[in-house]
């Protein structure tokens, strides 16, 4: 079992910067692969990023490369989600995922969620 906590979220300006982070508890934080997914109002979840296990494999939807990072601690159970350069259309509920195995992209593929924590980008 893994619990995940994700904190961070706020309401920030066009062009601004945020951190996420998702606490994990539970056995194996460093065997799970992790994701970041987000949902926005009216739409559906959708894939972020990811990173493996190490921290050495990380993949990124085409929106956000350049602008976000994924990165993890893993003495301390954290995954992290840098956000640079925030756009308004980067607003939405996002959520942090663990999977064990190999790093994806479909959220199915995934076993635990965090409860969300809410990203709002204003212009």
């Known amino acids: 079992q893994l619990q995940l906590v994700e904190s961070g979220g706020g309401l920030v300006r066009s062009g601004d910067s945020l951190r996420l982070s998702c606490a994990a508890s539970?056995?194996?934080?460093?065997?799970?692969?992790m994701g970041w997914f987000r949902q926005a109002p009216g739409k559906e979840r959708e894939f972020v990023a990811a990173i493996d296990w190490s921290g050495g494999d990380t993949y990124y939807v085409d929106s956000v490369k350049g602008r976000f990072t994924i990165s993890r601690d893993n003495a301390k159970n954290t995954v992290y989600l840098q956000m640079n350069s925030l756009k308004p259309e980067d607003t939405a509920v996002y959520y942090c995922?663990?999977?064990?195995?190999?790093?994806?992209?479909?959220?199915?593929?995934?076993?635990?969620w965090g409860q969300g924590t809410q990203v709002t980008v204003s212009s």
């Open positions: 539970g056995q194996s934080f460093s065997s799970y692969a």
């Open positions: 995922a663990a999977r064990q195995g190999v790093m994806n992209i479909r959220d199915g593929l995934y076993n635990y």
